[in-house]
C-alpha cells in the first residue's frame, strides 16, 4: 500500500501553521522543515517527538533560505552552494532525530526547491549530493530531473502523488504559494487512480502520467486533517479488497 506523507513542523516561534497533533495519527511518514521555509529548534524537536510517539518515520524537508516566502520563492544558487545550504538543514534534523533514537528516513525538497529539481539538472544534483552523505532515498517524481537525476546517481526515488494540488498536462505539479481546501473525496478518488493507473487529470483535461509510491498532503491545506483521514481510508479499504 502506499504511503501518507505529510510537510509537517512548519510552525515558527509563536506562529502556528498546520494541525500536526491532528495529521501525526493518519500519516506513515513525516517531512520535517529544517528552519529555512519554517520551525525552528524548538518546533523540530517537538514533531519529532511527536512523530516517535505515533510509529512515523521521519525525513528532512529541506528548502530555499526564504523563510518570509515560505520557500516557494525561486533563488539563483550554484550547485556547490545549493548542496551547502541543504547538507546544514538535513544535519540539524538528524541531531534531533539522534536525539530521539530514530533514523533518518529519506530526503524531500521543499516548495521552489522541489520544482526547480524537477526541471533543472545541476539542482537535482546539488540534492544528490547532500543525499549522498547521508545515505538516504529522495522523493521526487517520475518524468522528471528528479526520477533521471536520483536514478543514475544511484538513489532511490520514492515517487510522489500529490493529493491536494494539480498537475499540468506534462505531468509537472503546480506549486502554489498558499493552498486552496480541495474536495476529500474527490482528492482520494484521484489518489486511488494514480496508484492503480498511473494516471491524473491534468488542468488542461488530459491525463498526466504519474507513480504513487507515496501520497502527499501538505499540512498548510485548510482542510488537510479531513483530507489525510479520507485518504487513508480509500487506502486502507483498497488494501483490504486486494487481501480477499
Same mark, same amino acid.
Given at each position: 500500500?502506499?504511503?501518507?506523507?505529510?510537510?509537517?513542523?512548519?510552525?515558527?516561534? *509563536?506562529?502556528?501553521? +498546520?494541525?500536526?497533533?491532528?495529521?501525526?495519527? *493518519?500519516?506513515?511518514?513525516?517531512?520535517?522543515?529544517?528552519?529555512?521555509?519554517? &520551525?525552528?529548534?524548538? %518546533?523540530?524537536?517537538?514533531?519529532?517527538?511527536? @512523530? /516517535?510517539?505515533?510509529?512515523? /518515520?521521519?525525513?528532512? %524537508? #529541506? &528548502?530555499? $533560505?526564504? *523563510?518570509?516566502?515560505? +520557500?516557494?520563492?525561486?533563488? /539563483?544558487?550554484?550547485?556547490?552552494?545549493?548542496?551547502?545550504?541543504?547538507?546544514?538543514?538535513v544535519g540539524a534534523l538528524k541531531g534531533f532525530l539522534d536525539a530521539e533514537g530514530l533514523a533518518l528516513n529519506h530526503i524531500k525538497p521543499h516548495g521552489a526547491l522541489y520544482g526547480m529539481a524537477a526541471r533543472d539538472e545541476a539542482v537535482a544534483?546539488?540534492?544528490?549530493?547532500?543525499?549522498?552523505?547521508?545515505?538516504?532515498?529522495?522523493?521526487?517524481?517520475?518524468? =522528471?530531473?528528479?526520477?533521471?537525476?536520483? =536514478?543514475?546517481?544511484?538513489?532511490?526515488?520514492?515517487?510522489?502523488?500529490?493529493?491536494?494540488?494539480?498537475?499540468? +498536462?506534462?505531468?509537472?505539479?503546480?506549486?502554489?504559494?498558499? %493552498?486552496? #481546501?480541495?474536495? #476529500?473525496?474527490?482528492?482520494?478518488? !484521484?489518489?486511488? !487512480?494514480?496508484? @492503480?493507473?498511473? /494516471? =491524473?487529470?491534468?488542468?488542461? +483535461? &488530459?491525463?498526466? $502520467?504519474?507513480?504513487?509510491?507515496?501520497?502527499?498532503?501538505?499540512?498548510?491545506? #485548510?482542510?488537510?486533517?479531513?483530507? @489525510?483521514?479520507?485518504?487513508?481510508? @480509500?487506502?486502507?479499504?483498497?488494501?483490504?479488497?486486494?487481501? =480477499?
Amino acid at each position: 500500500m502506499a504511503t501518507i506523507n505529510c510537510d509537517m513542523g512548519e510552525a515558527f516561534g *509563536l506562529y502556528r501553521i +498546520g494541525d500536526d497533533e491532528a495529521l501525526m495519527p *493518519l500519516i506513515s511518514v513525516a517531512n520535517v522543515a529544517c528552519g529555512f521555509h519554517a &520551525s525552528d529548534f524548538n %518546533h523540530m524537536r517537538k514533531t519529532v517527538r511527536l @512523530a /516517535k510517539r505515533h510509529g512515523v /518515520k521521519v525525513g528532512a %524537508h #529541506p &528548502s530555499l $533560505p526564504d *523563510l518570509q516566502g515560505f +520557500g516557494r520563492r525561486e533563488m /539563483k544558487m550554484s550547485r556547490e552552494e545549493l548542496a551547502n545550504c541543504i547538507i546544514y538543514q538535513v544535519g540539524a534534523l538528524k541531531g534531533f532525530l539522534d536525539a530521539e533514537g530514530l533514523a533518518l528516513n529519506h530526503i524531500k525538497p521543499h516548495g521552489a526547491l522541489y520544482g526547480m529539481a524537477a526541471r533543472d539538472e545541476a539542482v537535482a544534483h546539488a540534492i544528490c549530493d547532500a543525499a549522498d552523505i547521508f545515505k538516504t532515498p529522495i522523493m521526487g517524481m517520475i518524468g =522528471t530531473q528528479h526520477e533521471i537525476v536520483y =536514478t543514475a546517481r544511484g538513489h532511490i526515488l520514492i515517487a510522489e502523488f500529490y493529493a491536494d494540488l494539480e498537475y499540468r +498536462g506534462d505531468g509537472s505539479l503546480i506549486i502554489t504559494a498558499e %493552498h486552496k #481546501p480541495v474536495d #476529500p473525496a474527490q482528492a482520494a478518488w !484521484r489518489c486511488l !487512480r494514480a496508484i @492503480a493507473e498511473g /494516471k =491524473t487529470a491534468s488542468v488542461n +483535461g &488530459s491525463d498526466a $502520467p504519474v507513480r504513487a509510491d507515496s501520497i502527499c498532503v501538505h499540512s498548510d491545506t #485548510p482542510n488537510a486533517v479531513e483530507v @489525510a483521514r479520507t485518504v487513508r481510508d @480509500a487506502l486502507m479499504t483498497r488494501s483490504q479488497e486486494h487481501k =480477499t
